[in-house]
């Protein structure tokens, strides 16, 4: 888990259950993480004052997807825009079948009820 403080308070935290396809893994590793900086990465600067991704590799214990892509959000129409962006490169629905799309609001029980944040 990171321990680096987000650059703003999320007003959402989007869940991207992800898929790598055959033809992803059909790549060399050194290929992937080439494709990775030419065409992922730079969406990423791109946005990055207003959302900010962390990869989870699921593969070890599920077969229905194989990544979470975790993605906090300053804000919908910002998550909007980064999405926009990756649907128009090859990592949408090909490199990585989007499986599902879990969007949350992180305390939104203790928020809405003004009351404090259950943890343990």
Known sequence: MSNTPLPFDPALTIFMLVKTSPEWLGFSVDRRFELLGAEFTPILKKHADNV????FDVE?????????????????????????????????????????ILTGVENAYAKNYDRPVITA
């Open 52 to 55: 900010v991704l962390r990869f």
């Open 60 to 100: 070890f214990y599920s077969t229905r997807v194989t990544d979470i892509w975790m993605w906090d959000a300053r804000d919908h129409h910002s998550y909007q825009l980064l999405v926009e962006d990756l649907r128009e490169t090859a990592f949408w629905d090909r490199y990585f079948d989007i499986v599902e």
